[in-house]
C-alpha cells in the first residue's frame, strides 16, 4: 500500500499536511450547525482524490462549517465539491438518480466491500475511510469514457439524460462486483433506477452487453472494465508525492470521535458512547445505512447526537449455523439462547440475501430461499447496500403502520433478537421488541432459528402496486405445520399480515381455528376464510389502498397459501392460483428503414448530447456552480384547499441563522396575476373571460393545498426548507374542497353540457334518430386521473440580477417566451433587460411548459428585492402539491349498433377537470380529445361534445399526448362495451367501423396514402404478430386456469398532428473552419431536437454533422416563440433551421464552383462580405398530417391479486420517412411507457378533507419500472412512408405511441371480463384509469365462496 495518498492529519488549526497534494478541504460559511460547535473531520477519497472535513473548533479560531450531521454525501459532491455528474430527485432512495459507487471495509471481515448506494440519504459524516466513485470519476472526455458509459449512450440509453448518471453508477457497481454479469442479474441490479423517457429498453440493452455469454466484442469490453474498476491512478498520471504510479488508496486512519458524530470502533464504544450522549434526556440517533430517512424522516429535525454503527465489528458479524464464534461475535452468552444462523445488526438486507441464498442449501434453512425472494422486492438493489435488516425493524418501531418486510419475515422464521443496554442483554421474540422501551438500547444480532421443511411449508406474499420498488398494498407470511400425509394443519400455524393497521400482524383466531384440521376439506377453507375475514380490520387512510381491497386481499392470500401447501392435490386448473406472478427478463426488437440518399437525415445516429449525458458532464440548470452569496428558496405552500388565509406569521423563520428574506404577494412591484401561455387565446379564439388568472403567490384565498403563499430565502437549501416549516399560517376553509370531477358535476351541472369554453364539437348526422332505431344500445361512464409528470429533474430556476438592472434567468423549462413575459410584469421590467437561456432540461412531458412561470416570477421576485442570486430547486413534495399535472377526464357516452357490432349513433361527452380555472391549455385538452374519439371510425350519426368542470386542484395542463390518450381511450371504451354485449371479439366491432376502407370519404387529414398505410398495417400485425394463433392460445390457457387470465387487445390510432406554431432558428457558419452553429426555438428535453436539428443543417449545407454543434436557446434568437411541446417542435424547429441554411445556401451559390471544397467556398464568400449568419422563423401553418399506429398487447392476470404484466407487445407507428430512426424508435417507446404510467400505474390521491395531494412523493406515487414494461416489446416504424407536409416526410414521434398503451389498457380489461366470465359474472364492469392491481382486483369481484379446492 502507497502511503502516498494518506490522508493529512491535523495538528492545531489543521494547516499541516504532508507534502504533495493535499487533501481538498471543505470550509463554508456556518449554516445549519451552531458555530460554536465542533464538527468531527471525515476522511474520505473521491474519485480517488483525498478529501478532508476538517473538525472545525471556532474557540480555537477555526474557520466555521457547513457539513453537519444532515448533510448527504450527494449534497457534499455536487454542492461543495463542484461534482454534478450526481443527480438528485426524489431524495427518498426511489428515484436513483444519485447512485454512486463506494468501497469501504467491512469490519467483521477486514475484506473491502463495493457497492451501489444512494448518496442522498448517506450522512457524508458516514463516509469515514470510504472510498467514493462518481460517475465522473470513472470516465470522461478527458481521460476516455468508461465502456458503461459508451455502451449506454452509443445504444441510445439516454434521452433527457437526467437519469443516466445514476444508471451508469448502478451498472458500473455491478460490474465491479464481479465483472461476470447475466440479464437477470443487470435487470436487478437497476431496479432502484427510475427513467422517465426511454421505457427502459435500450438501457437494459445496453448493459446486457455486458452479460457473461456475450461475443467476443463484448468480451473485451468486460475486460476493460475489470481494468477500470481497479486503481484510478494510472489514469490520473503518477502521484504527485511520490512521483510513481498510485498503487492504490489506502484506507484513511480513523479520526477521533467528537460531541455530536460518534464513530465507535467497538460494541462496547459504542454502548459507553450512548450512555454518555444520552444524559440529560438527550436524543441520540444511531446511524446505520440511514435509509430510514428516505422512508419517513426526511425531513426530521437534527437529534442531538449521532452514532454511527458501521464501523462497529460486532455488529456486521454473519455467523452461519455451528460455526465457532469469530473474535467480533458478541460476548454476551445468554443461559438457553436460539441456536441459528446469527446476523450482527448492522449486516445490510443485501448481505442477509447473499447469506440467505448461501443457507438455503442447508436442510433447515430451505425456507431462507423464499425470504430472499421475498427480500429482494424490498426497496431496491442500492438501498438494499446499505439498509440494514436492524434499522428496518426500529422504522417499524417508530411508525407501527409502516408494513415491514423484514418484520414479517424475521416473525415468520421465529427469529430472536439480542437487545442490549449498558451491561445487560436479553433475547426476545421480534414481536416481543414492540412491547419494550427501545429506548438507549442497542440490537446486537438476530438469530435464525431452522425450520424443519419437512414439517412447516413457509411461503411469503409481497403485492404491490408495480412490480418492484414498491411497498406492499399488503404483505403476508404464512408458516404451516402441515402433515402431508393426512393433509392436516398439525399444530398451530402462523399466518401474519401487514399493511392493515398498526396493531394487527397475526391473523390469531385464524390461527387457532385453522389448528388441528385437515386442508382438504372445503369446509376448512370456508371456516377459515370466515374467520379471517371477520378478525381483518384495515385501518382507512387516503394515502393507501381502499380499505374493501386490504380486505379482500386477505382472504385471497389465504386461498393462495393454501392452494400452495396443497399443491397437485387440487384440480389443474386451480394451482397457477397458488403461484407468484413472476416476470422473465425483458426483451424487445426495433425495426426501422433508412434512405440513404438522406442522410445524415434519416441515418440512425446516437444523440448528440449521449456521451456527455452518461458521463454526468451534461449541465443542467441546477448543475451550475454558485455564485458568491448565491440564496436558495423555498416555498411555502398552503395545506389546505378553498381557504381564506387568515394570517401569515413568519417571525420564527426570519429569525433563524442564515435565513434572508420572506416575500409574499406584498413584495410584488408589478402584476402578481398572469395567464399560462395566453399567447394561445387569439390563436384558439379562447374566451378569456373564462380564464380566471393565476396569481405569483396568493392573496387572501387559497384555491388548492400546494398554492404558493410565500418564499424562504435564505443561504442554503436546507435552511430555506426548515424555515419556510416555521411560518405559520391560519386558514379558515370557506367549504370542504370539490376534488374530483364527479364531485364537482354536483354543483357544476353545466359540465354535462356543451362547454361555453370549448365550443368544438363532432356533431354528424341525426344521432337521436339513428339512436331510436338501433337495434341495440349500451351506456356507460368511465373516468380516467391525471398523471404527475415525474421529471427526474426537479423543477429548477435560478435568477440573477445583473448590470443595468437587468435579470439573468436560467429555467428549467419548456417555454422561455412564456416565463420571460409574465417574469416581466411580476418584477415590471422590460422584456429586453432579461436574458434567459435553456440549454436543455432532464425532462418535461409538459410539465415545464406552464408550471415554470411562476416559479421563475417567485425567485425573480426575491432575486430583484435582495439584489442577490437566487436559486430554487423543488422538492418532490412542493412539486406535486403545487404543480399542475394531467387533466382528469370523464366520459358520459350512450352507443347504438347492430349484431354485426356496427356502431349506428353515438352520443359521447368528455369533461376535463380543469382545475380551479379554465386556461389556455384546458381548451387544447378538449379539442385534442374530440380529435382523437373521431380519428379512427366511421362518425355517421355522431353527437360527441365537451365539457368541464372546476375543482380545488391547481389549474391543470397538457402532459404527453395530452387529450388525445383519453379521446382514444374514451372511444376504445365504446368499441369494448359495444363487443362485450354482443360477446364479439373487439377487433371484429372496430372492422365493421372503420372509417378508411368503409367507403367513406376520409375525413381531413386523412389522405388516400392513408388508406394504404393503414391496411398495410393491420396486415403485417396480423402476419408477423401470429395475431389469430395467439388468440387461440389464450382462449385454451383461460380454460385451463381460473386464477390466471390472459388476453390479447389491438388498439389502432390516427394521431393529428397540427403544424401551428412558429419558431426561428439562427445559423452560424465559421470561416475559420467551415463549421456551424444553430440555436434553434425548441428547448431540448430528451426528444432529440437537437439531434435531428443537426442532422438537418448538415444535409441542407453539406457538411458532415460532426461539424455542427447546436447551441442553448435563448431570447435573443428566440424572442416570441412558442413553447416546445406537441411533437410538433422538433418538426417546426428543423423547418426554421431549414429555411435558414437555405438562406444561407443561397448567399454561398455564387462562390461554389465544382469541387471546390466547403471551407474554401465559406473563406470566398466571407471574404466578400457575405453575411453567414441566418435567422429564420418558420411560421405557423395550417397543414395537418395523421400518425398511424397499431399495438398488440397481451396481458397476464393474477385474479387473486389483481397484479399483471404484459407477456408482449407489438407496436407498429408510422414515422415517415424517420427524421432520426434511433431517436424516433427511443421516441415512441418512452412515449408507450408515460401512456402506461396514467392508464395502469400512476395513481394521485387526496385527503378528501384539506384538499392536499397525500401521494406526493416517489414512495408513494408509482410510474412505471422496467419490470412493469412488457417481457417482449417489438417495436416497427414503418417502412419510409411519405409525408408531404412533414419536414423531409417525416412525422413527429413524441406523443402519439402514448395513445397505443390503451391497448395494454383494453387487454387487462379483457382479462378482467374474462375473471369475471369464469365467476359466472357477464354484465359489462367499468374499470376507471389508472387500472391498478387495486382497481383490477376488484372488478373481478371474486368473493370468499368461489375459493374452492376441489
Ligand atoms: C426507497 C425505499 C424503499 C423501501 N421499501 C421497503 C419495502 O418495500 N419494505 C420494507 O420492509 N422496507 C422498505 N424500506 C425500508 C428499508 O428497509 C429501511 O429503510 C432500512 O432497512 C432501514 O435500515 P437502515 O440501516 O438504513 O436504518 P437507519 O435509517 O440507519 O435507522 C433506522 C432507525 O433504526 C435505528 N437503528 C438502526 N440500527 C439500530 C440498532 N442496531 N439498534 C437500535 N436502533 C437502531 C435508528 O436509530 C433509526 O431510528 C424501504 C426504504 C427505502 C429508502
Ligand atoms: S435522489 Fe437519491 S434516490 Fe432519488
Ligand atoms: S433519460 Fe431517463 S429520465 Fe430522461
Redesign the pocket.
Known amino acids: 500500500m502507497a502511503d502516498c495518498c494518506l490522508p493529512g492529519r491535523r495538528k492545531g488549526s489543521g494547516k499541516d499536511f504532508p507534502p504533495g497534494k493535499p487533501p481538498i478541504e471543505t470550509v463554508r460559511y456556518a449554516s445549519e450547525a451552531s458555530i460554536e460547535e465542533d464538527i468531527a473531520a471525515v476522511t474520505l477519497a473521491v474519485n480517488s482524490e483525498q478529501h478532508q472535513v476538517l473538525r472545525r473548533d471556532l474557540r480555537d479560531g477555526g474557520v466555521p462549517t457547513d457539513v453537519t450531521p444532515t448533510t448527504t454525501l450527494a449534497d457534499y459532491l455536487r454542492q461543495y465539491q463542484q461534482l454534478p455528474g450526481t443527480k438528485t430527485m426524489c431524495r ?3 428515484c436513483g438518480a444519485c447512485v454512486v459507487n463506494v468501497t469501504s471495509v467491512n469490519p467483521a471481515t477486514g475484506q473491502m466491500e463495493s457497492r451501489a448506494v444512494n448518496s442522498c ?1 448517506v450522512p457524508l459524516k458516514a463516509c469515514h475511510d470510504w472510498k467514493i466513485e462518481t460517475v465522473e470519476g470513472i470516465g470522461n472526455r478527458k481521460d476516455g469514457y468508461h465502456p458503461v458509459q459508451a455502451r449506454l449512450a452509443q445504444m441510445n440509453g439516454t434521452q433527457c439524460g437526467y437519469c443516466s448518471p445514476g444508471m451508469v453508477m448502478s451498472m458500473y457497481s455491478l460490474l465491479k462486483n464481479g465483472g461476470q454479469v447475466t440479464e437477470e442479474q443487470v435487470e436487478q441490479a437497476m431496479d432502484g433506477n427510475l427513467c422517465r423517457c426511454t421505457g427502459y429498453r435500450p438501457i437494459l440493452d445496453a448493459f446486457k452487453t455486458f452479460k457473461v455469454d456475450a461475443d467476443e466484442k463484448t468480451k473485451k469490453i468486460v475486460r476493460d472494465i475489470e481494468e477500470a474498476s481497479g486503481c484510478h491512478g494510472n489514469k490520473r498520471g503518477p502521484c504527485q508525492s511520490t512521483g510513481s504510479a498510485c498503487a492504490g488508496c489506502p484506507r484513511a486512519s480513523m479520526t477521533a470521535a467528537d460531541d455530536d458524530w460518534r464513530l465507535p470502533t467497538s460494541l462496547q464504544q459504542a454502548i459507553t458512547d450512548l450512555e454518555a450522549m444520552s444524559v440529560g434526556g438527550k436524543t441520540i ?11 419517513l424522516d426526511k425531513y426530521e429535525a437534527p437529534s442531538d447526537g449521532y452514532i454511527s ?1 458501521l464501523k462497529i465489528p460486532e ?1 456486521r458479524v454473519i455467523k452461519r449455523p455451528g460455526e465457532k464464534a469469530s473474535k467480533w461475535t458478541p460476548r454476551w452468552q445468554l443461559p438457553g439462547e436460539t441456536k441459528g444462523a446469527v446476523f450482527g ?2 449486516v445490510t ?1 443485501s448481505q442477509f440475501i447473499k447469506e440467505l441464498d448461501h443457507l438455503s442449501g442447508t436442510p433447515g434453512y430451505r425456507h431462507c430461499a423464499q425470504m430472499a425472494k421475498h427480500l429482494r422486492v ?3 438493489t442500492p ?1 438494499r447496500n ?7 425493524l ?2 417499524k418501531y ?1 411508525h407501527r403502520d409502516f ?4 418484520f414479517l419475515l424475521l416473525t415468520a422464521a421465529k427469529a430472536k433478537l439480542k437487545i442490549v443496554e449498558g451491561k445487560n442483554a436479553e433475547e426476545m421474540s421480534v414481536e416481543m421488541m414492540y412491547n419494550i422501551s ?1 429506548k438507549n ?3 446486537v444480532s438476530m438469530t435464525l432459528p431452522p425450520i424443519d421443511e419437512n414439517k412447516y411449508i413457509f411461503k411469503t406474499y409481497k403485492i404491490t402496486p408495480r412490480a418492484i ?4 398494498y399488503v404483505n403476508a407470511a404464512f408458516v404451516i405445520p402441515f402433515d402431508t400425509a393426512t393433509a392436516k394443519i398439525t399444530e398451530k400455524p402462523t399466518i401474519l399480515f401487514g399493511g392493515i393497521n398498526d396493531r394487527f400482524v397475526h391473523a390469531t383466531n385464524t390461527e387457532r381455528y385453522l389448528t388441528g384440521r385437515s386442508l382438504m376439506a372445503e369446509a376448512t377453507v370456508k371456516g377459515a376464510l370466515t374467520t379471517l375475514l371477520d378478525e381483518v380490520e384495515p385501518h382507512p387512510d387516503p394515502e393507501h389502498a381502499d380499505v374493501a381491497y386490504r380486505k379482500r386481499l386477505t382472504g385471497n392470500l389465504l386461498y393462495k397459501a393454501i392452494l400452495y401447501t396443497l399443491g397437485d392435490r387440487v384440480p389443474v386448473r386451480l394451482r397457477s392460483g397458488g403461484d407468484d406472478l413472476t416476470r422473465s427478463t425483458m426483451k424487445g426488437t426495433q425495426e426501422f428503414d433508412t434512405d440513404k440518399t438522406l442522410w445524415p437525415v434519416n441515418k440512425a445516429v446516437p444523440k448528440l448530447e449521449a456521451q456527455i449525458q452518461t458521463s454526468g458532464e451534461a449541465e443542467y440548470v441546477d448543475d451550475q456552480p454558485a455564485l458568491p452569496g448565491e440564496l436558495y428558496g423555498h416555498y411555502v405552500l398552503s395545506t389546505m384547499a378553498n381557504a381564506k388565509i387568515g394570517s401569515v406569521d413568519a417571525s420564527k423563520a426570519l429569525a433563524m441563522k442564515g435565513v434572508r428574506g420572506f416575500y409574499t404577494a406584498k413584495d410584488i412591484v408589478g402584476k402578481n396575476q398572469f395567464i399560462s401561455l395566453s399567447i394561445l387565446i387569439p390563436i384558439f379564439s379562447i374566451n378569456p373571460q373564462l380564464i380566471t388568472p393565476q396569481q405569483v403567490f396568493a392573496e387572501d384565498m387559497v384555491r388548492f393545498a400546494g398554492q404558493p403563499i410565500g418564499l424562504v430565502v435564505a443561504d442554503t437549501k436546507a435552511i430555506a426548507r426548515r424555515a419556510a416549516a416555521l411560518v405559520n399560517v391560519e386558514y379558515t376553509q370557506v367549504a370542504a374542497p370539490v376534488l374530483t370531477i364527479r364531485d364537482a358535476l354536483k354543483t357544476q351541472p353545466d359540465g354535462r353540457r356543451q362547454s361555453a369554453y370549448c365550443p368544438l364539437n363532432v356533431v354528424t348526422g341525426d344521432t337521436d334518430a339513428a339512436m331510436a332505431s338501433a337495434p341495440r344500445r349500451v351506456k356507460g361512464e368511465w373516468e380516467m386521473g391525471g398523471q404527475y409528470h415525474f421529471t427526474m429533474e426537479p423543477h429548477t430556476v435560478r435568477v440573477i440580477p445583473c448590470e443595468d438592472g437587468q435579470l439573468n434567468i436560467y429555467s428549467a423549462t419548456q417555454g422561455i417566451k412564456h416565463v420571460v413575459d409574465v417574469v416581466s410584469d411580476v418584477v415590471n421590467i422590460p422584456a429586453h433587460k432579461i436574458n434567459a437561456e435553456v440549454r436543455r432540461i432532464g425532462g418535461g412531458y409538459g410539465g415545464k411548459i406552464s408550471n415554470p412561470i411562476p416559479i421563475a416570477s417567485a425567485c425573480a421576485v426575491a432575486a430583484t428585492k435582495l439584489n442577490k442570486p437566487v436559486r430554487m430547486v423543488l422538492d418532490i413534495e412542493n412539486m406535486i402539491e403545487m404543480c399542475s399535472g394531467r387533466f382528469p377526464f370523464m366520459i358520459t357516452y350512450e352507443a347504438g349498433f347492430d349484431d354485426t357490432g356496427k356502431l349506428l349513433a353515438l352520443k359521447l361527452h368528455m369533461i376535463t377537470d380543469n382545475g380551479f380555472s379554465m386556461s389556455t391549455l384546458g381548451f387544447l385538452e378538449l379539442q385534442e380529445a374530440l380529435s382523437a374519439v373521431s380519428a379512427i371510425y366511421r362518425t355517421d350519426n355522431w353527437n360527441v361534445t365537451p365539457g368541464t368542470v372546476k375543482t380545488n386542484l391547481p389549474i391543470n395542463t397538457s402532459c404527453r399526448a395530452p387529450g388525445t390518450i383519453n379521446g382514444f381511450a374514451a372511444i376504445e371504451t365504446v368499441m369494448r362495451h359495444i363487443a362485450h354485449e354482443l360477446n364479439m371479439d373487439p377487433w371484429d366491432v372496430k372492422k365493421v367501423n372503420f372509417a378508411l376502407g368503409s367507403g367513406a370519404t376520409p375525413p381531413p387529414p386523412l389522405t388516400p396514402n392513408d388508406e394504404k398505410v393503414f391496411s398495410m398495417m393491420i396486415k403485417e400485425m396480423f402476419e408477423k404478430g401470429d395475431i389469430d394463433a395467439r388468440k387461440a392460445d389464450i382462449r385454451t390457457f383461460n380454460k385451463a386456469n381460473r386464477w390466471r387470465k390472459r388476453s390479447l387487445a389491438l388498439v389502432p390510432i390516427s394521431y393529428h398532428i397540427n403544424l401551428a406554431f412558429r419558431y426561428p432558428a439562427l445559423v452560424s457558419i465559421y470561416d475559420k473552419d467551415g463549421s456551424v452553429a444553430v440555436s434553434h426555438g425548441g428547448v431540448e428535453m430528451g426528444q432529440g431536437i437537437n439531434t435531428k436539428v443537426a442532422q438537418v443543417v448538415a444535409h441542407v449545407l453539406g457538411v458532415p454533422l460532426e461539424q455542427v454543434s447546436v447551441k442553448p436557446n435563448n431570447n435573443l434568437v428566440n424572442p416570441n416563440g412558442v413553447v416546445t411541446g406537441g411533437s410538433l417542435g422538433s418538426d417546426m424547429n428543423c423547418m426554421a433551421a431549414r429555411l435558414a441554411c437555405e438562406v444561407l445556401r443561397e448567399r454561398l451559390m455564387p462562390f461554389m464552383a465544382e469541387g471546390r471544397p466547403w471551407l474554401q467556398v465559406v473563406q470566398y464568400a466571407s471574404g466578400s462580405g457575405v453575411n453567414l449568419s441566418a435567422h429564420s422563423l418558420q411560421p405557423p401553418t395550417t397543414n395537418r398530417y395523421s400518425v398511424w399506429g397499431l399495438c398488440a398487447a397481451e396481458a397476464e392476470l393474477d385474479v387473486l391479486t389483481g397484479e399483471y404484466r404484459f407477456n408482449r407487445v407489438d407496436l407498429y407507428e408510422d414515422a415517415g420517412k424517420a427524421l432520426s430512426p434511433l431517436v424516433d424508435v427511443g421516441q415512441v417507446e418512452g412515449a408507450f411507457t408515460m401512456g402506461m404510467g396514467v392508464l395502469l400505474f400512476e395513481q394521485l390521491r387526496t385527503d378528501p378533507k384539506t384538499g392536499r395531494k397525500v401521494t406526493n412523493r416517489a ?1 408513494n406515487y408509482y410510474p412505471p419500472t422496467h419490470k412493469d414494461m412488457p417481457r417482449d416489446f417489438r417495436v416497427k416504424l414503418l417502412k419510409n412512408n411519405v409525408n408531404d407536409v412533414g419536414i423531409f416526410n417525416s412525422k413527429a414521434t413524441g406523443e402519439p405511441a402514448s395513445c397505443m398503451a390503451n391497448a395494454c389498457l383494453m387487454a387487462l380489461h379483457q382479462a378482467v371480463a374474462e375473471a369475471r366470465k369464469a365467476a359466472g359474472l357477464k354484465d359489462w364492469i367499468t374499470i376507471n384509469s389508472p387500472s391498478t392491481a387495486e382497481y383490477t382486483q376488484m372488478a373481478c369481484e371474486t368473493t370468499p365462496e368461489m375459493l374452492v379446492i376441489t
Open positions: 427518498e432512495g426511489m440519504m440517533r444511531l446511524v446505520a445505512g440511514n435509509t430510514s430517512t428516505g422512508v454503527l455488529l445488526a448492522a438486507l424490498v426497496a431496491n438501498v446499505a439498509a440494514t435488516w436492524a434499522g428496518n426500529m422504522i417508530k408494513p415491514s418486510d423484514v427501545m438500547k442497542f440490537i420498488s414498491a411497498h406492499a414512495w
